[in-house]
């Protein structure tokens, strides 16, 4: 017993003893990278709610070892002070969808995003994602102030419209919004991160 | 916030320091002397006695040798199933 | 003290009767000192075992059918398959636990079950949790980490104060026990509750930001895999083997080493999940050197039990909760080895982010956990109800269809994740050949889905012809007996 609370006392002073404190630092968020706007924040916990995180991770993994930089996932891989603005963390483990943390930079049109959530196979035929009929609203006729998103024929509904939630476009807001193409901060934290 | 988690490190040594104590609190208690009792303390009275069918000629020998004549399970657990 | 008449644990005296082997009826009155919590927790499990294959089939048909069912926000995909997690893990897995720990218990300390009806309670408090985090999370209410995606404010501490009662009448029972030396088991699954407590309220924090936030969502994740999945199940498998074989364990001190192994270096594994991402790198060497650490406990158990059954694989013919427990122990040590094998870089920049890791998972949750389950409710079930399995032919059914099934499942989506991960390493093919390459794998998965929950309904189907049915069993054979033994020879008599 009394050998027992001994090693631990030692245990944890060599630990907090051999940590140096310049180990425990800060991360601080890059001058380039934006405070998420109420817009996005909702449109992040949409993303949550659907579980977008299943398929599609939100990260650039290291280009000695992995070939996402190569392919176009990013200019460079991502670092910790990328993501001080998450909450909770959305890096995934998946990729039966492409990586999302520059999709901003990749697809910037709006609209490609709407109609890509209402129905993935009319611009990208081979593609698996669900279709997220349920982020929009079929209204026979338009009303004032709806914004209406144009499906092509085939996959548009017989009658009436396809009107935009504003779940749906906050959703896109915060697609767009993911962008992380500026360079890497030049701090010694920033440095750690790298191999 | 990050580059070295404070929480993570302390969510590690919650984890790993309680049982480093049990560990010494269990030899001291000389939970870690007597395997052998210890093995073979979940089995009934007579269990190890009892013959089992798939056991070879050379297994039941041992058997016989270890824990003495064979007897019936007197609850039929091998002919029906467990 | 006084001493209630018929009660078992006579105490005036010294204990020294506790030194001999326990009786058979001795046994009998633990088993059926638990009987009413033990009962509840296989109960509501095997109802969550049936929600959940629902979810995951659905999740599968999905991937083979996008549009399967997406008009409605809460049947689709990414909701869908975090149930089908949940369910499993904290529906069937955990509160199959919750029984086989409250029957484990009794026996190996030599007592009645201490405090059963806080344990029946803590089994429902922890159902009731359950539920309600499922449908808030059907409703959209996510957490957003993975495993952990249960409701922090209305779900979560249902689910901690179910598994802290539960874990109460596990302790209490244990602080009354009658035998000095504690059975390997007894360590694994009282130290498993105080684990489970401390990684879920530590994981659901609400506090973490950014990257630490995923720091912590896999030190959880992978830890309530070891310290209470593993935990448990390995407690079930430690008695199981040498109780069927009828010998004891090939090396006590052996497995002694694996469990405290796991205690001490285990908690340092999870980061593994998040190799080439942004975590600094001395923290995932840290954790890949933990990984391959975890060499010394899985094949301490690995040795240990396999020369426990050694010459004895015939036994295997005469009993299913045996046959399981082996095909379980037997996956502890695979899925062991490929989560250190794809803790290696050289290995994780293949598979990582690929269907390589659900079948990783499902070799983990189902081959090792969900089959060792099965084993010990063949086991448990009669001596509790006192009653028989009524049908060799349903066992036989169901433990060929998982078994088969889940194999095709993990080779087919093994195979699927490698060649993703190899078509997503190649720059320039475009991300359509590395979807084009996974469909005809998933199409398999979905084959071996149907062909698993047939067999869980067989399963279910069987488990309430037990308990409900007035039909006992007729034929004195046991399930296997006709398979022509494999891997010893027949005994002549």
């Known amino acids: ?195 | 916030m990050f580059a070295n988690s404070v929480v993570l490190i302390t969510l590690t040594l919650v984890i790993g320091l309680p049982p480093l104590v049990c560990l010494f609190m269990a030899l001291s208690a000389g939970q870690l002397d007597d395997g052998g009792s210890s093995a073979e303390s979940i089995f009934e009275e007579q269990e190890l006695r009892y013959s089992r069918p798939w056991e070879t000629r050379r297994q039941m020998q041992d058997r016989v040798q270890q824990h003495g004549n064979l007897m019936n399970n007197p609850r039929a657990e091998w002919e029906r199933w467990l | 003290m006084t001493i209630q008449q018929g009660q078992v644990d006579v105490k005036q005296e010294d204990n020294s009767q506790y030194l001999n082997k326990a009786s058979a009826m001795e046994m009998e009155t633990y088993d059926q000192s638990g009987r009413q919590p033990v009962l509840l927790g296989f109960l509501i499990a095997v109802i969550w075992l049936l929600i959940g294959t629902v979810l995951g089939d659905l999740s599968s048909f999905k991937f083979d059918h996008p549009d399967l069912l997406s008009g409605q926000a809460y049947l689709t995909f990414g909701r869908i398959r975090p149930a089908h997690l949940n369910a499993m893990v904290y529906g069937w897995a955990s509160t199959a636990m919750f029984s086989v720990s409250l029957w484990l218990m009794p026996r190996l300390c030599r007592t009645r079950l201490r405090w059963g009806r806080v344990a029946s309670c803590g089994i429902l408090v922890w159902t009731a949790g359950l539920i309600v985090g499922l449908v808030l999370l059907l409703q959209g209410y996510s957490d957003g980490l993975e495993w952990l995606e249960l409701d922090r404010m209305w779900a979560d501490p249902l689910l901690v104060v179910g598994a802290a009662m539960v874990g109460a009448s596990v302790w209490r029972t244990l602080a009354a026990r009658n035998v000095h030396h504690l059975y390997v088991s007894v360590w694994y699954v009282a130290a498993s509750y105080p684990w489970f407590l401390i990684i879920f309220l530590a994981g659901n924090l609400p506090f973490y930001r950014g990257v630490e936030s995923a720091a912590v969502n896999w030190f959880y994740a992978h830890n309530a895999l070891g310290l209470w999945l593993t935990a448990v199940n390995l407690a079930l498998i430690y008695y199981l083997l040498p109780k069927i074989i009828g010998r004891p364990i090939y090396s006590y001190w052996l497995s002694l080493v694996g469990f405290w192994a796991l205690a001490l270096f285990y908690a340092l594994n999870g980061m593994h999940h998040l190799i080439g991402g942004p975590i600094p790198s001395w923290m995932i060497a840290t954790s890949i050197t933990a990984s391959i650490m975890m060499v010394i406990p899985v094949i301490a158990v690995g040795i240990n039990q396999h020369m426990t059954v050694v010459g004895r694989f015939g036994a295997m013919r005469y009993s299913p909760a045996l046959t399981l427990a082996v095909i379980a122990a037997m996956s502890y040590t695979a899925v062991s080895l490929q989560g250190i094998m794809t803790a290696l870089v050289s290995v994780n920049r293949i598979t990582h982010f690929t269907h390589w890791t659900i079948a990783h998972s499902h070799l983990g949750l189902y081959m090792f956990v969900t089959l060792s389950l099965f084993g010990g409710m063949y086991y448990i079930l009669p001596r509790v109800l006192k009653r028989e399995w009524p049908s060799r032919r349903l066992i036989r059914l169901h433990i060929l269809l998982t078994g088969g099934g889940m194999a095709l499942y993990i080779i087919a989506l093994g195979i699927g994740g490698v060649l993703q991960g190899l078509s997503l390493l190649t720059p320039g093919t475009g991300f359509e050949a590395s979807v084009a390459s996974t469909k005809p794998w998933l199409m398999l998965r979905s084959i071996s889905a149907v062909i698993i929950s047939v067999g869980h309904l067989a399963f279910i189907y069987h488990s309430y012809l037990l308990a409900f049915s007035r039909k006992h069993s007729t034929t004195q054979l046991p399930p296997f007996i006709e398979f022509k033994p494999v891997l010893v020879k027949e005994r002549k008599s």
């Not at chain 1, 209406?148 to 476009?169: F, H």
């Not at chain 1, 919004?177 to 790298?194: V, W």
């Open chain 1, 1 to 195: 017993m009394l050998m027992g609370a001994l090693a631990t006392v030692i245990f944890a002073l060599v630990i907090l003893v051999i940590l140096p404190s310049s180990l425990l630092s800060h991360v601080e968020a890059p001058p380039q990278l934006k405070r998420p706007s109420q817009q996005e924040l909702l449109g992040r916990q949409i993303y949550i709610s659907n579980g977008c995180i299943y398929c599609h991770t939100q990260q650039v993994r290291d280009a000695e070892i992995t070939a996402d930089v190569s392919s176009g996932l990013g200019n460079r891989a991502s670092v910790p002070a990328d993501y001080v603005y998450d909450a909770p963390n959305l890096l995934g483990t998946m990729r039966t969808g492409p990586d999302l943390f520059n999709v901003g930079v990749r697809l910037p049109d709006s609209n490609w995003h709407l109609l890509h959530l209402y129905q993935p196979r009319a611009l990208v035929p081979w593609s698996i994602m669900p279709a997220f009929p349920f982020l929009f609203e079929h209204k026979p006729k338009a009303e004032k102030g709806d914004k209406v998103l144009k499906v092509p024929a085939a996959y548009a509904p017989k009658q009436g419209v396809v009107v935009i939630t504003p779940e749906a476009a906050a959703l896109v807001a915060y697609l767009t919004s993911l962008r992380h193409d500026y360079p890497i901060p030049d701090s010694p934290a920033f440095k750690e991160s790298q191999p």
